[in-house]
């Protein structure tokens, strides 16, 4: 049979989310940030990080007492362009948006702007804050650390995080140019998809302790917090498909992510205390805005993206296939859909909504899928 997808217009899946991390102990103003950096991922298609990480990520946690809901945002430097921030194992999306603040306010001034975050948490899509800087003609620039889950080239522990390395950049199209991708082949958030959809992974994702390909979902993702499985870096195993590459470029986000703010890294990471028992994850997260206008006119900038984004789509297209894409173009496209569908929700997330509703009381909710 089937499974029954049904969909959420925007407004009501926001609301939701807000509504529920304020049950949760978030201050209103905060819960409205986190909730709108949650449904911008479920708005451009990116559903590893939306509603579906609601509960798992951010409510688990905070009921754990993991997570703090009041986040304490303490400027631990502040100098002309840079800044460092201590967000103390509150609200990621929180410290990361004033940490984003910071870094525009000093491009603006300065041309560019730079700020750090340590003891930190998940802080949703990366993308949501390059994506800041695009609204005001800069460049934009993030990345962040996370629990260890990339092993090293020729290795087979989980050492690195999936650690994204993002950019948004404007350009005189509808959509800029948007890159928000992990350093491995795939990511956590990914599998948990496969997960709530009771779908196998495809063979190099994964692999386990003898460096054995593993597509076994749901085994994987207790195995991943455990040890005994690790994702692969981009371009896979080994130095044949330039594994190397992605294994380096993890390295770099991971350093700038713990070195300049003098946070906790690698094993620093897994959520686990030597005894077993959950801890903060105190993540790192850096920020970088470039304003254009510093180098040259802003239009002029823009139509040379353009430019380079139209010609990519526009050169010869392999056999059988009818499209080329440029990075952010598929998320704008998903956007124009769900603008008038809504966010799909499976039978899985159904399941987590009507509990969480239950669970918060906010009765005042009606979904499509009550029973």
Same mark, same amino acid.
């Given at each position: 049979?089937?499974?029954?997808?049904?969909?959420?217009?925007?407004?009501?899946?926001?609301?939701?989310?807000?509504?529920?991390?304020?049950?949760?102990?978030?201050?209103?103003?905060d819960a409205k940030l986190c909730a709108n950096v949650l449904i911008t991922a479920d708005k451009l298609g990116i559903d590893s990080h939306g509603i579906g990480r609601l509960k798992p990520i951010y409510i688990d946690r905070i009921r754990d007492g993991i997570q703090k809901p009041v986040t304490e945002v303490e400027? /631990?430097?502040?100098?002309?362009?840079?800044?460092?921030?201590?967000?103390?194992?509150?609200?990621?999306?929180?410290?990361?948006?004033?940490?984003?603040?910071?870094?525009?306010?000093?491009?603006?001034?300065? #041309? $560019?702007?730079?700020?750090?975050?340590?003891? &930190?948490?998940? %802080?949703?899509?990366?993308?949501?804050?390059?994506?800041?800087?695009?609204?005001?003609?800069?460049?934009?620039? +993030? #990345?962040?650390?996370?629990?260890?889950?990339?092993?090293?080239?020729?290795?087979?522990?989980?050492? *690195?995080?999936?650690?994204?390395?993002?950019?948004?950049?404007?350009?005189?199209?509808? %959509?800029? %140019?948007? $890159?928000? +991708?992990?350093? &491995?082949?795939?990511?956590?958030?990914?599998?948990?998809?496969?997960?709530?959809?009771?779908?196998?992974?495809?063979?190099?994702?994964?692999?386990?302790?003898?460096?054995?390909?593993?597509?076994?979902?749901?085994? =994987?993702?207790?195995? $991943?917090?455990?040890?005994?499985?690790? *994702?692969?870096?981009?371009?896979?195993? #080994?130095?044949?498909?330039? #594994?190397?590459?992605?294994?380096?470029?993890?390295?770099?986000?991971e350093i700038l992510s713990a070195a300049l703010q003098q946070g906790s890294f690698l094993k620093g990471l897994l959520g686990f205390s030597p005894e077993g028992k959950k801890q903060p994850y105190h993540l790192g997260h850096f920020f970088i805005a470039i304003n254009v206008e510093a180098f040259c006119d802003a239009?002029?900038?823009?139509?040379?993206?353009?430019?380079?984004?139209?010609?990519?789509?526009?050169?010869?297209?392999?056999?059988? +296939?009818?499209? =080329?894409?440029?990075?952010?173009?598929?998320?704008?496209?998903?956007?124009?859909?769900?603008?008038?569908?809504? /966010?799909?929700?499976?039978?899985?997330?159904?399941?987590?909504? *009507?509990? $969480?509703?239950?669970? +918060?009381? *906010?009765?005042?909710?009606?979904?499509?899928?009550?029973?």
């Amino acid at each position: 049979m089937a499974e029954k997808i049904y969909y959420i217009d925007f407004e009501t899946l926001e609301n939701f989310m807000r509504d529920v991390f304020v049950a949760s102990g978030v201050p209103a103003e905060d819960a409205k940030l986190c909730a709108n950096v949650l449904i911008t991922a479920d708005k451009l298609g990116i559903d590893s990080h939306g509603i579906g990480r609601l509960k798992p990520i951010y409510i688990d946690r905070i009921r754990d007492g993991i997570q703090k809901p009041v986040t304490e945002v303490e400027w /631990v430097r502040k100098g002309p362009a840079t800044a460092v921030i201590d967000a103390h194992d509150g609200m990621g999306m929180v410290a990361a948006k004033a940490a984003m603040d910071y870094a525009m306010d000093a491009a603006e001034k300065f #041309g $560019l702007g730079m700020t750090v975050v340590r003891n &930190s948490t998940h %802080f949703g899509i990366a993308g949501y804050y390059p994506l800041m800087a695009v609204k005001k003609n800069m460049i934009g620039i +993030c #990345g962040t650390n996370a629990r260890p889950s990339i092993a090293p080239t020729f290795g087979v522990e989980n050492m *690195l995080g999936t650690n994204p390395l993002t950019f948004a950049i404007p350009s005189d199209e509808e %959509f800029p %140019f948007f $890159l928000d +991708c992990a350093t &491995s082949v795939s990511q956590r958030g990914k599998i948990e998809v496969y997960a709530r959809e009771g779908k196998e992974l495809p063979p190099g994702w994964v692999i386990d302790s003898e460096g054995n390909t593993r597509t076994d979902t749901e085994q =994987i993702l207790i195995d $991943l917090v455990k040890g005994t499985a690790a *994702l692969t870096p981009l371009g896979g195993l #080994g130095e044949e498909t330039a #594994g190397f590459k992605g294994y380096g470029y993890a390295t770099v986000v991971e350093i700038l992510s713990a070195a300049l703010q003098q946070g906790s890294f690698l094993k620093g990471l897994l959520g686990f205390s030597p005894e077993g028992k959950k801890q903060p994850y105190h993540l790192g997260h850096f920020f970088i805005a470039i304003n254009v206008e510093a180098f040259c006119d802003a239009a002029d900038f823009k139509k040379t993206t353009g430019d380079i984004l139209r010609d990519l789509r526009a050169s010869r297209k392999a056999p059988g +296939c009818e499209r =080329i894409y440029t990075a952010g173009e598929k998320e704008y496209i998903a956007f124009k859909e769900r603008s008038v569908k809504g /966010v799909p929700v499976n039978e899985a997330l159904q399941k987590v909504m *009507l509990q $969480l509703r239950e669970e +918060c009381k *906010l009765d005042q909710y009606k979904f499509p899928f009550d029973c």
